[in-house]
C-alpha cells in the first residue's frame, strides 16, 4: 500500500511541476530558516548547563533599597561564602571570583598584556566542573602565587613545553607558579576567563568587612534543599554581620534603618539563568558584573522562537493554499477512487503521503541550503554554530522526524478536505464553483501578510532605535578620541608616555581615568553635608586626573574642575547634574560629600559637570562622583584626541610609543565610537537577524501569492476572455484581478499595526533613551508589502489579460 501511496505521490509531483516546485521550494526556506533560528535557540537555552551540578549552583546578590534607591548588586562581601558554609549545612561549598586588575605576564622573550585574568578559590574546581589536563583540582590554587591556565594560553606561552613548574613574571615584579593547565571554557559559559589566579595571594581578600562588595560569590546547596525557604534564612546573616557594621556607618540602629522603609537582603540565583535573566527577571545592574561577563535577553529567545515558527507557519500555510486551490482539479479522482470502493482513510494516507513526500525533499535541500548560508549566519549572530549531521547521532533521526511532523501539519486539512467530498456532488458542474470560493485561502494569505508586515515594522523600528543610538548627544564629543584598554600601567611609566605623546602636534590632549562604557564602573554611599541616614546617596565614581573635561569636552556647570594651582584637589571632588539633583541642593559648591563606609572620609564639592552617559543607552544616566587620583581601580583607560588630520600616521605613532615604553607588548587600542557601538551588538545583530528574516518572510509569502495568482488567473481565464470580448479594457481586467489580493493585504495592515507596535513598544522600554515609534513606518511597511504583492500578481494578471480570448474560447 505505501509503494502504491509514493508512485502515486510521485506522479501527481511530476504532473504539477509548477506547484510541487514552488511547495518545495517555500517549505525548503521555511524549514532552514527555522533549523538556523532552533540552532541558535539551542545555543542561548545551553548557556552553563554542560557543568556537571549545574543545577545546584547558586549566584548570591544584594538586593537593597535605600531611601527609595533600589540596587541589585551581585557582587558580595569577601567574608560571605565561608560563613555560608560554616552556618547553614544546606551549603556544601563555595567560591569567589574576584578582579585585581589585568596583568602584563612574562615568560623569557613573550610578553602579553592579558585582559581576562580573574582571581578564584582553591575550591573553584569543586563548585565548577572545569577539566583539568594538568594538576589536582584540589590544591592547584591552594597556595599564594599559584596561577592555573587554559590550554589555549598554555599553548600561546609555552608551546609544548609542560607548563606546570613554569614561572610566569606579572607587572615585571612578581613571580608566579603554573599548577595547572584547564580546558578553555565553552563558547556557551557566561563567565570564561584565560588565567585563574590563588585568591590566597591578595591578603584583602581575607577580610571581615561586611560593606565592601567586591567579589561574585557561588553557592552548591545540597541535593533537595529548596532554594526559595533557604533564600529567607539569609537574613539571619543579615542581622547579624551586616547590620552591625551598617549601624556604625549609619550613626542609628540597624533596626531603625530598616523601620525608615529600607531593605538589604541576599537572594539566590540560579547559574543556569545569569545568561538570559540577569537584568530582566532579577533586575541585576549590569554594571555590578564584571566587564567580562557574557549576558543576553530571554526576550530576543522568544522573538527569534516566534520568527521561526511564523517563517515556517508561511511555508505551511503556502502548501495548503495551493493543495486546496487545486482540489477542484483532484475532485474528480477522489469521486472515482470513492465510486471504486476506495475509503476516507486510504485517501487521507495517499494525500499524506504526497505532503510528507514534499517535505523530505524540502528537508533534503534544506541541509544544502543552510550549509552553504551557516557561514553568513554565524557572522551576523557572532556564533558559531554547525549543522553536526555526522557528529550527533540524533540529527539526522530529528530532521526525519521533523520533515514528517511538517509533512503531517502541512498535509493534514488538504487530505481531510479532498478525502471529505461525495462523489453525489464531485460530479456536478456547480461543485468547482462552489469549492473556488473558499475563504480559507483567503484568510491564510491574510495571515501570512499580517506576518510579514508585522517583521517589516520590527525592523524598521530596530533600525530606527540603533541610529538614535548612533547620533544621539552623549554629553561628550566621542569623535576622534582613540582609547588605550591600559588598564593600570605604573604611574611612572605613564607620565613618559604621556609626554612622549604630546611631543606629537597632531595628539591635542589625553587623560587617564578609571574605565568607562564596560560593565564595573564602582560605586559607593554617600551623604550630602551630614551622616544622616536619611540622606544617602548611591552614586558610582570615576578616578580622573586634570585633563579629563578637555579630552572629552564635556561642559562644566558650575565652579570648576580639578587644577594643578590648588594643591587641596586631592581632597576635593567633582559631581554630575544628576548627583546635584539627588543632593537637592541648587548651589552644592564648597559644600561637603561624605562618603560612608568603615572609614568616612570628607570631601569638597568644587565643580558640577553636565550628565555624560558613561554606560550604554540602556541605563539612566545616574549620580557620578569624580575623583582626583591616579587610577587606582583595577581597570584604566588612557583616551587621547587626536586631529582629524593624518589620522593614520598619529595612530602609528601611538602604538610605536607605546611598544617602545611597554617592551614590545602589544597595544590593546581602538576608537571609542567603536567601543560605543559594542554595547549595542545585541541589538545590532538582532536588527541584521530581523531583515534577513523579514526578506525571507515576505519572499515565501510572495511566493505562495505567485502560485494562487497563477492558478486563479487560469480558473478565470476563459472569465477574462468573455469579459475582453464584451470590450472590457486591459486596465479594467487587471483591475479586477488585483482588486482581491489589495484587500487582502489592507486587511493584513490593520491586523498587524496594532501587534506590532505592542510587541516593539515592549522592546524599547529596554532602553532608557530611546527614540518615539515614527507611525510613518507602519504607513510604508504597508505600501512596500502592497506593492511587493501586486508586482507579484500583476505578472499573472498581465499575462491573462492581454491573452488572444480566441485561444481560452476555442473549445467552447
Known amino acids: 500500500m505505501i509503494k502504491n501511496y509514493l508512485k502515486i505521490a510521485v506522479r501527481n509531483l511530476k504532473k504539477n511541476k509548477g506547484y510541487s516546485l514552488i511547495n518545495i521550494f517555500g517549505l525548503t526556506i521555511g524549514i532552514a530558516c527555522c533549523v538556523m533560528i532552533l540552532l541558535y535557540i539551542r545555543n542561548e537555552l545551553s548557556y552553563d548547563k554542560f557543568y556537571k551540578n549545574s543545577d545546584s549552583i547558586y549566584r548570591v546578590y544584594i538586593k537593597s533599597s535605600i531611601n527609595g534607591q533600589e540596587n541589585c548588586n551581585c557582587k558580595t562581601a569577601a567574608p560571605l561564602g565561608n560563613t555560608l558554609v560554616h552556618d547553614f549545612p544546606e551549603v556544601i561549598t563555595y567560591t569567589r571570583i574576584g578582579f585585581f586588575g589585568n596583568h602584563v605576564l612574562k615568560y623569557k622573550d613573550k610578553v602579553f598584556r592579558e585582559r581576562r585574568l580573574y582571581t578564584a578559590d582553591s575550591n573553584f574546581f ?3 566542573s572545569l577539566p583539568l589536563i594538568s594538576g589536582n583540582p584540589n590544591k592547584v590554587l591552594s597556595r599564594p602565587n599559584s596561577i592555573v591556565m587554559t590550554e589555549s594560553e598554555a599553548k600561546k606561552y609555552f608551546g609544548d613545553e609542560n607548563p606546570v613548574g613554569k614561572i610566569l613574571i606579572a607587572d615585571y615584579q612578581t613571580s608566579y607558579m603554573v599548577t595547572g593547565v584547564m580546558k578553555d571554557f565553552p563558547v556557551n559559559s557566561s563567565f570564561r576567563c584565560d588565567f585563574l589566579l590563588s585568591m590566597s595571594t591578595y591578603t584583602v581578600t581575607k577580610n571581615d568587612d561586611w560593606l565592601n562588595m567586591s567579589y561574585i560569590t557561588y553557592i552548591v546547596l545540597k541535593n533537595g534543599t529548596d532554594p526559595a525557604v533557604f533564600q529567607k534564612k539569609l537574613k539571619k546573616i543579615v542581622y547579624a554581620h551586616v547590620g552591625p557594621q551598617a549601624e556604625s556607618v549609619l550613626g542609628i540602629s540597624f533596626s531603625e534603618f530598616l523601620n525608615k522603609g529600607n531593605t538589604w537582603n541576599f537572594y539566590l540565583q540560579p547559574l543556569t539563568s545569569i545568561y538570559l535573566y540577569s537584568q530582566n527577571e532579577y533586575g541585576i545592574d549590569t554594571n555590578s558584573e564584571f566587564a567580562q561577563q557574557s549576558t543576553s535577553d530571554i526576550d530576543y529567545v522568544y522573538i527569534f522562537s516566534a520568527v521561526a515558527v511564523f517563517i515556517l507557519l508561511l511555508a505551511i500555510i503556502n502548501f495548503i493554499n495551493l493543495t486546496t486551490a487545486k482540489s477542484e482539479t483532484r475532485s474528480k479522482e477522489v469521486g472515482i477512487k470513492k465510486t471504486l470502493g476506495s475509503n476516507k482513510t486510504k485517501l487521507i494516507g495517499q494525500f499524506l503521503t504526497e505532503s510528507i513526500l514534499v517535505s523530505l525533499f524540502s528537508v533534503l535541500i534544506s541541509i544544502t541550503l543552510i550549509e552553504i548560508t551557516l557561514p553568513y549566519f554565524n557572522q551576523i549572530t557572532g556564533k558559531n554554530f554547525n549543522l553536526e549531521l555526522l557528529n550527533n547521532v540524533y540529527t539526522v ?5 521533523f520533515a514528517v511532523i511538517i509533512g503531517i501539519i502541512s498535509g493534514s486539512y488538504p487530505a481531510f478536505y479532498l478525502s471529505s467530498f461525495k462523489p453525489i456532488h464531485l460530479f456536478k458542474s456547480g461543485f468547482e464553483k462552489r469549492i473556488k470560493k473558499s475563504t480559507l485561502r483567503s484568510g491564510l494569505v491574510v495571515v501570512q501578510f499580517t506576518i510579514s508586515i508585522a517583521l517589516i515594522v520590527g525592523t524598521f523600528i530596530i533600525r530606527d532605535q540603533l541610529q538614535y543610538i548612533q547620533h544621539k548627544d552623549l554629553g561628550f564629543n566621542k569623535e576622534q578620541l582613540y582609547a588605550i584598554k591600559n588598564f593600570g600601567i605604573p604611574e611612572n611609566k605613564l607620565q613618559v608616555i604621556e609626554h612622549e605623546l604630546l611631543k606629537n602636534p597632531d595628539v591635542i590632549s589625553l587623560t587617564n581615568s578609571s574605565i568607562m562604557f564596560f560593565h564595573g564602573v564602582p560605586g ?3 551623604s550630602y553635608n551630614n551622616r544622616q541616614v536619611s540622606n544617602i546617596i548611591s552614586s558610582q565614581y570615576l578616578d580622573v586626573d586634570y585633563n579629563f573635561l578637555k579630552t572629552f569636552k564635556i561642559s562644566l556647570l558650575k565652579g570648576r574642575f580639578f587644577s594643578k594651582e590648588f594643591g587641596a584637589d586631592t581632597t576635593s571632588l567633582v559631581i554630575n547634574e544628576a548627583m546635584k539633583n539627588q543632593c537637592g541642593a541648587e548651589d552644592p559648591i564648597g559644600k561637603e560629600l561624605i562618603q560612608m563606609g568603615n572609614q568616612t572620609r570628607a570631601y569638597r564639592i568644587i565643580g558640577v559637570i553636565k550628565n555624560f552617559n558613561y554606560q550604554s543607552l540602556h541605563e539612566q544616566i545616574k549620580p557620578l562622583v569624580l575623583f ?24 602609528t605613532f601611538i602604538n610605536n610609543t607605546w611598544k617602545k615604553f611597554t617592551g614590545g607588548e602589544e597595544i590593546y587600542a581602538s576608537f571609542m565610537d567603536q567601543d560605543l557601538a559594542n554595547l549595542y551588538k545585541s541589538e545590532e545583530r538582532a536588527g541584521k537577524v530581523a531583515a534577513l528574516f523579514s526578506g525571507l518572510a515576505i519572499f515565501i509569502a510572495c511566493l505562495g501569492l505567485f502560485g494562487l495568482a497563477s492558478f486563479i488567473t487560469e480558473q478565470r481565464k476563459k472569465e477574462i476572455s468573455i469579459r475582453k470580448v464584451l470590450g472590457a479594457s486591459v486596465f479594467e481586467l487587471l483591475n479586477m484581478l ?3 489580493f489589495t484587500k487582502w493585504i489592507i486587511i493584513a495592515n490593520v491586523i498587524a499595526w496594532p501587534a506590532a507596535y505592542f510587541i516593539m513598544h515592549n522592546w524599547l522600554e529596554n532602553f532608557a533613551y530611546r527614540t518615539n515609534i515614527n507611525f510613518g513606518i507602519f504607513i510604508l511597511s504597508g505600501i512596500m508589502t502592497l506593492i511587493i504583492a501586486l508586482a507579484t500578481v500583476s505578472t499573472h494578471a498581465i499575462r491573462a489579460a492581454r491573452a488572444n480570448p480566441v485561444k481560452s474560447l476555442k473549445y467552447e
Open 126 to 128: 569543586n563548585v565548577f
Open 397 to 401: 533521526p530529528g530532521l526525519i522526524l
Open 524 to 526: 559607593n554611599g554617600y
Open 628 to 651: 582626583l587620583s591616579p587610577v587606582n581601580q583595577a581597570a584604566s583607560i588612557l583616551t587621547i584626541r587626536v586631529s582629524s588630520a593624518n589620522i593614520k600616521n598619529t595612530i
Open 738 to 740: 488585483l482588486k482581491e
